[in-house]
């Protein structure tokens, strides 16, 4: 039996909103966009002794987006305590706001009758790529003491968000998209016995054993090990976790 699937997601959220303490201007309004693609594949054999053989993959793409309306500073000019805040321009915190996900799965179960049990093996293994980039303020960010201020040009505060990367040497320097990138697997193998001990219970056994695996460390901070003796780019990966499981059926009443 082969069973094949295709799921498609897609949604959209536009953000605005004024208060009595805050008018904001519509081009300070953000959207939020997702899509989500996954492809998947089941294949079920059976097996003339009884046993059979189930083998699942899938592939499941997300995309997440955050987006400004316009792609400008944000102006941000203070008031008295009669009147609200005026907020103009590129919301701050969707100059750069974007998600990427990709997780790719794999899972293979083999299932044989033995007398009075039925034993299963299988591995299931998991494989993820992430790409988070969150730029705030990269457009720059304005703030004026009134409107008087605006008006003369005499802000009392300017932001940039610049993006930075690593150097090579423990430290930083400007330079890339500021996005994260990193990526990981998680490996899982497994055995489980089914036991029909009688027609009225039944006792289910198994050990399940997972590895959470990174492919990448976070880099190094010379400033940080010197001051606390510890390590940023320290991370754990490839341990044992051990997943015992038991339980039963039982017919009370037969």
Do not use: C
Request: charged content about 20%.
């Amino acid at each position: 039996q082969l069973v094949l699937r295709y799921n498609y997601g897609h949604a959209e959220q536009d953000v605005f909103s004024r208060s009595s303490s805050s008018y904001k201007l519509s081009d300070n309004a953000y959207f939020f966009n997702s899509n989500k693609n996954a492809p998947a594949l089941q294949l079920r054999t059976l097996f003339s002794n009884g046993a059979y053989n189930e083998l699942l993959a899938g592939y499941t793409q997300i995309r997440d987006r955050r987006t400004p309306r316009v792609r400008s500073p944000e102006i941000t000019v203070q008031s008295d305590a009669a009147n609200p805040v005026v907020v103009s321009g590129s919301e701050r915190f969707s100059h750069g706001n974007e998600l990427d996900q990709d997780v790719f799965e794999i899972t293979e179960n083999y299932t044989m009758p033995f007398g009075a049990h039925r034993v299963t093996i299988g591995t299931q293994n998991q494989f993820q790529k992430f790409r988070n980039l969150f730029a705030q303020s990269t457009f720059g960010v304005w703030r004026f003491s009134s409107l008087d201020s605006l008006t003369n040009g005499l802000p009392n505060q300017y932001i940039i968000g610049v993006p930075l990367e690593p150097d090579g040497a423990g430290g930083v320097q400007p330079g890339g998209d500021g996005a994260v990138r990193f990526s990981g697997a998680m490996y899982s193998g497994y055995v489980q016995d089914e036991w029909t001990v009688s027609p009225r219970l039944n006792v289910t056994a198994g050990l399940r054993v997972d590895v959470p695996v990174f492919n990448d460390k976070p880099p190094e901070n010379a400033a940080f090990a010197t001051a606390y003796n510890r390590s940023t780019s320290d991370i754990s990966s490839g341990n044992l976790q051990w997943s015992p499981r038991l339980g039963f059926n039982w017919d009370v009443t037969g």
